[in-house]
């Protein structure tokens, strides 16, 4: 199983990227797709999550309305389209396969890829 995220880079605050994550090894069908970061000097938090399965989508409180995940199945890719960013989004993001992406969260990392950093400037 491998997960490849990719998109990562230098932005100025209020600019937009777009993370990417390939999949190989697993099917949409199989796992959800969930994006977690890490901040300097801070814990992991869960970002945002989506399931092909039932079409369940999470997004933390912190990026509602900035952040959009979506999923191109023949592709088996994930991607995080990310608006509006802030100094406070700085960190590294990696992309998870999920037992579950529930309305509350992020549930069950079964396998993770090597992080994309993001840095936002301002």
């Known amino acids: 199983v491998q997960l490849q995220a990719s998109g990562g880079g230098l932005v100025q605050a209020g600019g937009s990227l777009r993370l990417s994550c390939a999949a190989s090894?697993?099917?949409?069908?199989?796992?959800?797709i969930g994006w977690f970061r890490q901040a300097p000097g801070k814990e992991r938090e869960g970002v945002s999550c989506a399931s092909s399965s039932d079409g369940t989508t999470y997004d933390a409180d912190f990026v509602k309305g900035r952040f959009t995940i979506s999923s191109d199945n023949a592709k088996n890719t994930v991607y995080l389209q990310m608006n509006s960013l802030n100094v406070e989004d700085t960190a590294v993001y990696y992309c998870?396969?999920?037992?579950?992406?529930?309305?509350?969260?992020?549930?069950?990392?079964?396998?993770w890829g090597k992080g994309t950093l993001v840095t936002v400037s301002s």
């Open positions: 090894g697993i099917t949409f069908d199989d796992y959800a």
């Open positions: 998870v396969a999920l037992s579950r992406c529930a309305s509350r969260g992020l549930y069950g990392m079964h396998y």
